[in-house]
T-cell receptor, first 109, second 114 residues
Framework: QKEVEQNSGPLSVPEGAIASLNCTYS??????FFWYRQYSGKSPELIMS????GDKEDGRFTAQLNKASQYVSLLIRDSQPSDSATYLC?????????FGKGTTLSVSS | ETGVTQTPRHLVMGMTNKKSLKCEQH?????MYWYKQSAKKPLELMFV???????ENNSVPSRFSPECPNSSHLFLHLHTLQPEDSALYLC?????????????FGSGTRLTVV
């Protein structure tokens, strides 16, 4: 059974701080990894993808991948109240993506 | 119309009803998916279609019946559902059936079974 694990939170950070979201996965052969943001009552929206070990930066977001440790993370710099949402980690399992339960982030102003 | 469109947005149905959910993608993708999202649980993969062929059925009860008449349209036919089937049903599409570039999701159908 392929699994993706995330701490469900809530993770609370003050405005302007760095939010760190973590994810582990069980399938060693997975090659592509994704972070989705889901606002309450809305559908998931793709915000980051990563394929190689190391860091990938896009604006205030940085995704980090360590395949040896089977670990993916998302850093959000200068967190804003508008970043308050649930963040879903997803892993390519071959024919489809497998998702974690999501981490709820709350950014207070 | 752009992206992935799902209808209806909300649906309330009795346990003896038959209804269908519709999904349409305007992205030129060739793979489409149905997921179920319940509170406190990860998204559950239900069905995968690639080039209109079903490639995965994740042990879904037979009261859910998918249909993919072409690469742009996907349906989920519902009959004799149970209250525990109440959830958000999400359709997604991707460029290929090994989704290396991720999915685009539709807005979802919020289903309530009474």
């Amino acid at each position: 059974q392929k699994e993706v694990e995330q701490n469900s939170g809530p993770l609370s950070v003050p405005e302007g701080a760095i939010a760190s979201l973590n994810c582990t996965y069980s399938d060693r052969v997975s090659q592509s990894f994704f972070w989705y943001r889901q606002y309450s009552g809305k559908s998931p929206e793709l915000i980051m993808s990563i394929y190689s070990n190391g860091d990938k930066e896009d604006g205030r977001f940085t995704a980090q991948l360590n395949k040896a440790s089977q670990y993916v993370s998302l850093l959000i710099r200068d967190s804003q109240p508008s970043d308050s949402a649930t963040y879903l980690c997803a892993v390519n399992a071959g024919t489809a993506l497998i998702f974690g339960k999501g981490t709820t982030l709350s950014v207070s102003s | 119309e752009t992206g992935v469109t799902q209808t209806p947005r909300h649906l309330v149905m009795g346990m003896t009803n038959k209804k269908s959910l519709k999904c349409e993608q305007h992205l030129g993708h060739n793979a489409m998916y149905w997921y179920k999202q319940s509170a406190k649980k990860p998204l559950e993969l239900m069905f995968v279609y690639s080039l209109e062929e079903r490639v995965e059925n994740n042990s879904v009860p037979s009261r859910f019946s998918p249909e993919c008449p072409n690469s742009s349209h996907l349906f989920l036919h519902l009959h004799t559902l149970q209250p525990e089937d109440s959830a958000l049903y999400l359709c997604a599409s991707s460029q290929d059936n090994a989704p290396n570039y991720g999915y685009t999701f539709g807005s979802g159908t919020r289903l309530t079974v009474v």
